[in-house]
């Protein structure tokens, strides 16, 4: 048996997926045709990855949470830095199924403007989490 932590338990491993959801994201939106349902799931998705990671470089357990607010009281374990964030993470959590699926929120009322704010939102997320996460002990455990 290996020491090695597992890839779920590995902080970098969350901040490359973070960013790569971002990244599409981002891509997307100055493309010919975004979507702009994706777009905003894309970021609400990459904001929970980025929170997820500075929970699991704390030693906290993985849980399937996908509320980024809960998620980021959870982090209040380790730090208040993150508290500031809680409104960003209202605005992702409309697109926890909101961007996937027919629900609330028709994918029709979703708009460029909806988009631009859920960009920004992971954008000052990541930016938080990063922050916090600058030592690079804090991505290797």
């Given amino acids: 048996m290996s020491d090695q932590p597992l890839p779920s338990q590995t902080p970098i491993k969350w901040i490359g997926y973070a960013e790569g959801d971002l990244r599409v994201a981002e891509t997307s939106f100055n493309?010919?045709?975004?979507?702009?349902?994706t777009i905003?799931?894309?970021?609400?998705?990459?904001?929970?990855?980025?929170?997820?990671?500075?929970l699991i470089s704390q030693g906290w357990d993985l849980e399937k949470i996908h509320d980024i607010v809960k998620l980021i009281k959870k982090s209040s374990n380790y730090t208040d830095k993150l508290k500031e964030m809680e409104d960003k993470g209202d605005i992702l959590n409309m697109y926890i199924t909101a961007g996937r699926y027919p629900q609330r929120i028709s994918s029709e009322?979703?708009?460029?403007?909806?988009?631009e704010e859920a960009i920004e939102a992971a954008r000052a997320i990541r930016m938080r989490v990063m922050e916090l996460m600058a030592k690079p002990d804090d991505l290797s455990h």
């Fill in 109 to 115: 009322e979703i708009s460029k403007e909806d988009a």
């Fill in 40 to 54: 905003c799931f894309l970021c609400q998705s990459s904001a929970e990855k980025f929170v997820k990671a500075y």
């Fill in 31 to 37: 493309s010919d045709a975004p979507s702009y349902p």
